[in-house]
């Protein structure tokens, strides 16, 4: 694979792909990422290879160890409950701030779009479950462009790349399934959201966040692929704890 593009792009061009491998399990915990191995795969330098590797440590995917490389971390249901917390915080603010700065006729469209994924019955084409995964990245690109809070649109940027990977890691797994309910709840919770945000009800906006981030913890923590020291009890007690889109103790 050789990168055409400028030298932002190629950096997360590796970033994405990267962290795809190590979330579908192509890349093992503990296992070390050699830069000059990742600069032949993609025909690029080092420079981007090595951003890409500091991008990933500061989501979590990587560690940094002195003398040692980027070694792969095993990511467990604990980080996803972890991950989604932040995303709760981070996207319920933002969401709130941006009651009343979304343009009404972006909202109609989102609503509009909506509406037709609710109404999908099953089974469902892969160019529909495109569809849902552009439509969710518009709402909550939108909501982050519109908080009018710089840091904490940056700071969202900054895990888009990490809630994205693990969405479309979700959609894979649920379509390997035959499972065609996801696509019609996730419909009907961004509608609550737009619905709330054309009210300009910024409490009814942030419950209605909140419920769609828990709601997609549970397939996220599902479709972990399971690491060789971890077995199908341990996986199913881990996600006892996310049952209904909540952690319990």
């Given at each position: 694979m050789v990168l055409k593009c400028d030298h932002g792009l190629r950096r997360q061009a590796i970033a994405e792909s990267v962290l795809k491998d190590v979330i579908q399990g192509?890349?093992?915990?503990?296992?070390?990422?050699?830069?000059?191995?990742?600069a032949g795969r993609f025909g690029v330098s080092l420079t981007p290879i090595r951003e890409a590797l500091i991008a990933l440590a500061g989501i979590g995917v990587v560690d940094l160890l002195p003398n040692r490389g980027a070694v792969?971390?095993?990511?467990?249901?604990?980080d996803i409950r972890e991950l989604?917390?932040?995303r709760r915080v981070l996207e319920c603010g933002a969401v709130r701030l941006a009651c009343g700065?979304?343009?009404?006729?972006?909202?109609?469209a989102l609503r509009a779009s909506m509406e037709r994924l609710v109404a999908v019955r099953p089974p469902?084409?892969?160019?529909?479950?495109?569809?849902?995964?552009?439509?969710d990245s518009r709402l909550h690109d939108v909501v982050a462009q519109s908080c009018g809070n710089t840091l904490l649109a940056r700071e969202i940027g900054r895990l888009t790349i990490l809630f994205r990977a693990f969405r479309d890691m979700a959609w894979e797994r649920e379509?390997?399934?035959?499972?065609?309910?996801?696509?019609?709840?996730?419909?009907r919770e961004h509608l609550a959201i737009v619905e709330a945000l054309q009210a300009g009800d910024r409490?009814?906006?942030?419950?209605?966040?909140?419920?769609?981030?828990?709601?997609?913890?549970?397939?996220?923590?599902?479709?972990?692929?399971?690491?060789?020291?971890?077995?199908?009890?341990?996986?199913?007690?881990?996600?006892?704890?996310?049952?209904?889109?909540?952690?319990?103790?």
């Open positions: 192509r890349l093992r915990p503990g296992q070390h990422l050699v830069a000059q191995g990742l792969v971390r095993r990511l467990a249901p604990s989604c917390e932040v700065r979304i343009d009404r006729e972006e909202l109609q469902v084409p892969a160019d529909v479950i495109a569809e849902a995964r552009e439509v379509a390997a399934r035959n499972d065609d309910r996801r696509l019609a709840a996730e419909a409490r009814k906006a942030s419950r209605a966040m909140a419920v769609h981030i828990r709601s997609g913890m549970k397939y996220w923590c599902r479709a972990l692929p399971e690491t060789p020291d971890e077995t199908p009890l341990d996986r199913t007690r881990a996600n006892v704890r996310v049952r209904g889109g909540e952690e319990t103790r």
